[in-house]
């Protein structure tokens, strides 16, 4: 100003310009220059403005830079020395700003900044294997950035994921710098029953800048990557449904018949469809003393999977005389199901067989498979004997077969119980079947009178008395039947008829003669 001596390249302008260049270099890296040597030649006081040229047209303006719209006054004192020699006082530098405020400087430092930027949004992905989302579930997850790398304007470090919303995003972060930018995202929200939080997402923001547009650009990067957001997928895996096997499979025995032995023992046996969970003992036992049982006792059977497990139960037959055993299968079925909240469930029912191939639609009130078995005692044939004897006393007669009828009576009751007739040779006999075991019998023989000519009926009659039990091996028995004649025991009923012949009106003997008298 003020006719300051320039640098000789200026020539005759009353200014000087330079152009600052650097192709490369980090943020805030200051770019020395000068305007070149400037010679005085008399001592005086001289004042330079330095300002940064601001280009009119924005066409010309670098793109996304700001100018320095401040300036530098310098002044310069020379001075002489009075040896001849001219000298130079450190310079002032005032720094000069647009409300015209001035501050001491030390050295003429111009600063552009860059007002370029470039925005991202982070998000991610949610799903869920091994199950359905339920309605009202949600997932949260925070971002955290490393090394101080910008987080959303807006303070959205959180970001949640739904049913109906299972991609989510962070706030907006605006880089006004270029570099590369990590992030951590995590999934923070307490886990779901049967699942754990998947693992943490790195997430990479890469800022460059076009040398085209002179503007900041941003590419977002993850580790792990799905529908261009982190990728977070929780595994359902619901625990298996473990159960004692003793509370799974029950049996019941009745006995119907008789009671029971000390001696009676039945078996039962287990078997699986397909590849179901089995016990390691796969029969069971019941006895007098213990008539349930439980098949594989406190053994855990584990099952891994939703699913219809079936099993059946059946009775072994074994030789006990006298025993029906019983021939119903009984088909168990597990249903396991996934409870929702990580656990396996089930739910067991019993269905007793129609027939070889079908079962009953409706499940057993009690879980337990009841079988009935039933003693039955084969019957006795029991039989009694008694002899006819023919006396004949007048005439010749014989004993014919059939001649002569006999009764059998139930003592208790004087009912006619069966009805006999001698053989040729004199032989009664009448068989009694009983099916149960009645105890002890007496019964009556007699003689039914009859009206053949001559005989004299015999009149007597006889108890014979015996009793009928169960052996307890599937057999009725009869003691020894035990005759009676008027209280006392005999060896036999023995029924004697007289036979006598008499004279009929055919049957007259009228003597006749004749009286000669000669001589």
């Known amino acids: 100003t003020n006719g300051a001596p320039l640098p000789e390249e200026a020539g005759n302008n009353s200014y000087i310009e330079r152009e600052v260049t650097k192709s490369n270099g980090a943020d805030g890296t200051s770019v020395p220059f000068n305007f070149g040597k400037v010679t005085f030649t008399k001592p005086g006081t001289y004042v330079y403005d330095i300002t940064e040229v601001v280009p009119v047209d924005d066409k010309d303006k670098i793109a996304g830079v700001s100018y320095d719209s401040s300036f530098y006054r310098v002044t310069v004192t020379i001075t002489d020395d009075g040896s001849g020699q001219l000298k130079m006082d450190p310079a002032d530098i005032q720094h000069i700003f647009g409300d015209d405020t001035a501050t001491d400087a030390q050295n003429v430092t111009f600063t552009n900044i860059f007002t370029g930027k470039a925005e991202a949004t982070l998000g991610v992905s949610k799903s869920i294997s091994g199950r359905d989302w339920k309605d009202g579930e949600e997932f949260t997850f925070t971002l955290t950035a490393k090394d101080n790398a910008p987080m959303p304007t807006d303070g959205s470090k959180t970001a949640t994921a739904t049913k109906t919303a299972p991609t989510a995003n962070f706030g907006t972060i605006t880089y006004k710098k270029a570099g590369t930018y990590t992030y951590t995202i995590k999934e923070t929200s307490t886990p779901a029953n049967g699942m754990t939080n998947a693992a943490d997402v790195t997430a990479t923001v890469k800022v460059a800048l076009n040398a085209e547009s002179n503007q900041l650009e941003a590419a977002v990067g993850y580790s792990n990557a799905e529908n261009e957001k982190a990728k977070f997928v929780n595994t359902y895996n619901a625990k298996p449904y ?123 009130q009690d879980n337990v498979a009841k079988f009935v078995n039933t003693y039955a005692a084969n019957s006795v044939e029991v039989t009694l004997n008694a002899t006819k004897e023919l006396n004949v006393q007048v005439g010749t007669r014989t004993l014919n077969e059939n001649e002569f009828s006999f009764e059998l009576l139930d ?109």
């Open 242 to 364: 473990t159960v004692e096997a003793r509370k799974l499979f029950q049996v019941e025995k009745e006995l119907n018949g008789r009671d029971w032995n000390d001696t009676d023992a039945f078996y039962f046996t287990l078997t699986g469809e397909g590849n179901v969970p089995m016990p390691v003992e796969t029969t069971a036992s019941v006895n007098r003393s213990n008539t349930t049982a439980a098949i594989g006792s406190n053994e855990q059977l584990v099952f891994n999977a939703v699913g219809t497990y079936t099993y059946y139960i059946s009775e072994t037959k074994g030789t006990i005389p006298g025993i029906t055993y019983d021939p119903t299968v009984y088909k168990v079925v597990v249903n396991v199901t996934d409870t929702g909240i990580g656990q396996l469930g089930g739910e067991t029912r019993y269905y007793k067989s129609i027939d070889a191939n079908s079962y009953s639609a409706d499940a057993e």
């Open 411 to 519: 003592k208790t009751n004087g009912t006619v119980s069966d009805t006999a007739q001698n053989d040729a040779n004199g032989n009664v006999t009448f068989t009694l079947n009983f099916e149960k075991a009645v105890g002890e019998k007496t019964y009556v023989i007699r003689e039914v009178q009859g009206n053949l000519g001559g005989i004299k009926y015999d009149t007597r009659e006889y108890e014979v008395t015996f009793e009928v039990k169960d052996n307890g091996e599937g057999q009725l028995v009869a003691t020894t039947p035990v005759y009676k004649l008027d209280g006392e025991t005999v060896g036999g009923a023995q029924f004697v008829n007289t036979y006598t012949a008499t004279a009929g009106d055919k049957v007259k003997f009228e003597p006749k003669a004749t009286k000669v008298l000669t001589g």
